[in-house]
């Protein structure tokens, strides 16, 4: 039995990057977003489909083969144009946008790919360096969202840490809100959202 009124982890934050875009929308805001998790481009597609025909996104990942995926999924769709994939660790997010770039969001899906080897797994110190190189080009209101999964080795921790960077931030400068399911007992997620102010 799926509850029907409280949204899932995904669909929550579907609905935060659905508000983003309304804003942008209605200020004719070109969006420069990121994909610091491109794995298969499931997301990287919702992204490139959100920012329109003038906006971007750029994607980054350290495996070939989920780009390779995500590149055929974005061209199936016509949207290959509005995408740049790195093939790179998204901690190098600042030596690869453009520069002056400022970036309206970015979306973080952490964890393993799916069908892939596990054994390729965001870590903390790269995740956090990737998040601070971020926050000095987030425009005002932009939008971080950074899912959490915590069912495979080394992601409790990763989790942890993350969560305890996201508390460091400045009050006055940011709000960072968190989702998640209390009673839940394994394969723990939750979704961190931090906004610039
Ligand atoms: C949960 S998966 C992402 C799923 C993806 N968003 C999708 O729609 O298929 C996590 C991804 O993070 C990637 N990853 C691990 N370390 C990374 C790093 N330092 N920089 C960028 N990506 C990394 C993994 O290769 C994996 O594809």
């Given amino acids: ?5 409280i949204p899932s982890i995904l669909q929550f934050t579907k609905t935060i990057w659905l508000q983003a875009a309304e804003c942008w929308r209605e200020k004719q805001h070109t969006a420069v977003v990121v994909d610091g998790t491109v794995g298969n481009g499931h997301d990287t597609l919702f992204l490139a489909e959100l920012v329109g ?3 971007h996104v750029y994607g980054f990942d350290v ?3 989920g780009l390779a995926n995500a590149q055929e999924r974005l061209e199936t769709a016509q949207v290959a144009e509005h995408a740049t994939l790195f093939h790179a660790g998204h901690e190098t997010v600042a030596d690869k946008l453009p520069e002056g770039t400022l970036v309206s969001g970015a979306m973080y899906n952490l964890g393993y790919l799916p069908g892939s080897d596990h054994a390729v797994i965001t870590r903390a110190r790269t995740t ?3 998040l601070q190189a971020l926050l000095p080009v ?4 932009g939008i971080i969202t950074v899912h959490i999964y ?3 080795e080394g992601g409790t921790a990763e989790g942890d840490e993350v969560m305890a960077w996201s508390k460091t931030l400045s009050w006055k400068e940011y ?5 998640d399911f209390p009673n839940k007992e ?12």
């Fill in 138 to 141: 987030l425009m005002p209101n």
């Fill in 150 to 152: 915590t069912g495979h």
């Fill in 186 to 197: 394994i394969n723990k997620e939750h979704l961190l959202v931090i906004e610039k102010l």
């Fill in 53 to 55: 025909e003038r906006g």
């Fill in 63 to 65: 495996q070939e083969s």
């Fill in 128 to 130: 956090i360096a990737s």
């Fill in 1 to 5: 039995m799926r509850p029907r009124h």
């Fill in 175 to 179: 709000r960072v809100g968190r989702y």
